[in-house]
């Protein structure tokens, strides 16, 4: 419109600037500050605080080397299980006449909270044979029961019925049981959105390929993965976002106990039950810090959109 | 296949004998994809199936027999656990509480990111493309980097004044207003993404012909940007509500006074001092999970639109 105001638009962007101002742009600023104030955020310490979650003085209270390898083992192992398996169902639902109760069925336990998802996942894990329903697969199947969500132990410590744990500490078999949740929830959305990107593959595409005598599998390694790519990168960064943000799920499943602590939990206990604003804080930052590739990303996608538009 | 390859059907319809032959021999080509699918949907579905059923049977069953010994006798299901978990447990306020907090943001988020975005998709002003650039920079902020300030800053401007519905407290910690506005917030950055590209797409020629026929901003927007813009603002909608609903972290921060606890928050507590008491627990778990099924199946296709449109936000 021709005749408008200078000030119009900002009339329009006020609100919403307004309320990200206070509660997303000075808070960030202000929790950057925090990680390097003492615990009442009163005194500058410099950098205790990052010094505290490398050093890890209390491992018992808050073992903030295990967060961190925790968190590691989120970002990696939950994204990669969670796209492969997004892929092969978004392949095998293509290939169906149910494809649309396939794809919701994997699809409802997105609509559930974290934590709902923690109850079900308590009960399935039970370490009673008789109500737990994973240890009475297990043991029907001619194996141990285990405590999913208290095992420290490595996974193959448990395959293989002796020890000893020879892999590195994150690697537990509680740690896994909570990724594998995790899994379960996510791939819903892995599945749809790779799904989209393969129902717009021509046929013909795939068609000439069958005629020059591919088979399905070189198809799909050849042909499929390399041109979904860009989708599965979108897919990824989304769950490396997710993995590492994870809260609600360890909390309500085993409040961190047993080695299990993420930096989200950490950074909980550390600001608002322990009350030290500053490790809390800093433990904030080292989050936003590996998020910052993600955003950088996420940036760098807009503007070349904005470019071809 | 037979749609894929129409010359196999031909030559099979020409002897019944044949084309029974090839059936067969097409399904059990096909049988490890449908043993591989059906296996997996049935995993997908047995943790949430194993809920339903055990949120229905009586407490000493739960207690000494797994959910799936249910079938053998199905008429000693009852609702009992629904009873005790809604009127002695308090799901019934949750319930309640989750209500109140959820509809007010989704609201809010959608009305305050609307506006911003028109003016982002149809307006020029200085720095557009930079606050658009913080915009999706504040995308994939963590929340956890804003909970402290912003806990300090609600214990700093805590109002307590006697109002009906919002309680005693108007503004602060453990207020409806304060977890209305920090919601919103956080809502936003993806909101104002989302329908700034929808509105960004839609026609030019139908706004020029609105300016030039003398519409005011207010009249464009109300007239023609909301009602086309419908399948995004469900979409969106569905988003904030679920993400709403389902939160813990800002409730348990924000909102300390159990008479004001959501659902998720209720059902967190219930674990640590119910452990393994699994007839309250699958109840209130199942009534948490209710609304967003319901939504879900009524709303699956804006859903998947939302997420096609914008992936998700944490």
């Known amino acids: ?309 | 296949m037979a749609r894929r390859n129409p010359s196999t059907t031909a030559v099979a319809a020409s002897s019944p004998f044949t084309l029974a032959l090839q059936t067969a021999r097409r399904l059990a080509g096909r049988m490890p994809l449908h043993l591989a699918l059906i296996g997996l949907m049935v995993l997908w579905s047995i943790p949430t199936i194993a809920l339903l059923v055990s949120s229905f049977r009586e407490a000493t069953a739960i207690a000494s027999s797994g959910w799936w010994n249910a079938i053998k006798n199905p008429f000693a299901l009852t609702v009992e656990n629904y009873q005790t978990v809604l009127e002695k447990q308090g799901m019934a306020r949750a319930f309640f509480n989750s209500v109140i907090i959820t509809v007010p943001s989704t609201a809010l988020v959608i009305l305050v990111a609307a506006w911003a975005a028109y003016a982002f998709a149809w307006m020029r002003f200085p720095a557009r493309n930079l606050l658009f650039l913080l915009m999706v920079a504040l995308l994939v902020v963590p929340v956890q980097m804003t909970l402290i300030p912003v806990l300090r800053l609600y214990t700093d401007l805590t109002v307590d004044a006697q109002l009906p519905i919002l309680g005693g407290r108007v503004f602060g910690t453990s207020s409806y207003v304060g977890i209305w506005l920090a919601h919103t917030a956080y809502g936003l950055p993806f909101a104002i993404y989302l329908l700034r590209n929808f509105f960004g797409s839609l026609p030019r020629d139908l706004f020029e012909s609105a300016y030039l026929d003398g519409a005011s901003d207010l009249r464009v927007f109300f007239r023609i940007v909301l009602p086309l813009s419908m399948p995004a603002i469900s979409a969106l909608a569905i988003f904030q509500f679920l993400w709403v609903w389902n939160d813990l972290l800002v409730a348990l921060i924000l909102l300390g006074d159990p008479d004001l606890a959501p659902m998720t928050l209720k059902i967190s507590n219930l674990v640590s001092s119910f452990g393994t008491n699994y007839q309250v627990l699958t109840s209130a778990a199942f009534i948490s999970m209710a609304l967003p099924l319901v939504i879900f199946f009524a709303l699956q296709r804006y859903f998947v639109q939302g997420i096609l449109a914008g992936a998700v936000k944490g």
């Open chain 1, 1 to 309: 419109m021709v005749g408008r105001r200078w000030w119009t638009p900002w009339l329009w962007l006020a609100p919403a600037l307004v309320l990200l101002g206070v509660f997303l742009v000075y808070p960030v600023v202000d929790t950057i500050r925090r990680s390097f104030l003492d615990e009442r955020s009163k005194n500058f310490v410099g950098f205790d605080n990052y010094q505290f979650i490398i050093d890890n003085p209390q491992p018992l209270v808050s073992d903030t080397h295990s967060a961190l390898l925790n968190n590691v083992m989120w970002l990696t192992l939950f994204t990669v299980i969670t796209v492969c398996l997004g892929l092969i169902l978004a392949v095998l639902t293509g290939r169906v006449r149910y494809e649309a109760v396939a794809k919701s069925t994997i699809f409802i336990p997105m609509a559930v909270s974290f934590v709902a998802a923690s109850v079900i996942w308590r009960f399935m894990y039970e370490f009673n044979t008789e109500i737990g329903t994973v240890n009475a697969t297990v043991t029907s199947l001619g194996g141990e029961p285990t405590a999913w969500l208290q095992d420290t132990g490595a996974p193959q410590t448990w395959l293989t019925q002796r020890g000893p744990d020879t892999l590195p500490q994150p690697i537990q078999i509680n740690n896994l049981a909570l990724i594998l949740v995790g899994v379960w929830m996510w791939t819903g959305f892995a599945m749809v959105v790779l799904s989209a990107g393969l129902k717009g593959i021509s046929t013909e595409v795939l068609e000439a390929a069958r005629v020059d005598g591919a088979n399905e599998w070189q198809i799909f390694r050849r042909i499929i993965v390399p041109i979904l790519s860009p989708t599965i990168v979108v897919v990824a960064t989304t769950l490396v976002i997710q993995g590492l943000k994870k809260f609600d799920l360890v909390w309500v499943m085993t409040g961190g106990r047993f080695k299990t602590d993420v930096v989200a939990t950490l950074f909980y206990k550390e600001a608002f039950r322990i009350g030290d604003f500053g490790v809390g804080a800093a433990l904030a930052v080292v989050l936003l810090l590996w998020v910052l590739p993600v955003m950088v990303i996420g940036i760098r996608r807009f503007q070349f959109q904005e470019e071809t538009r």
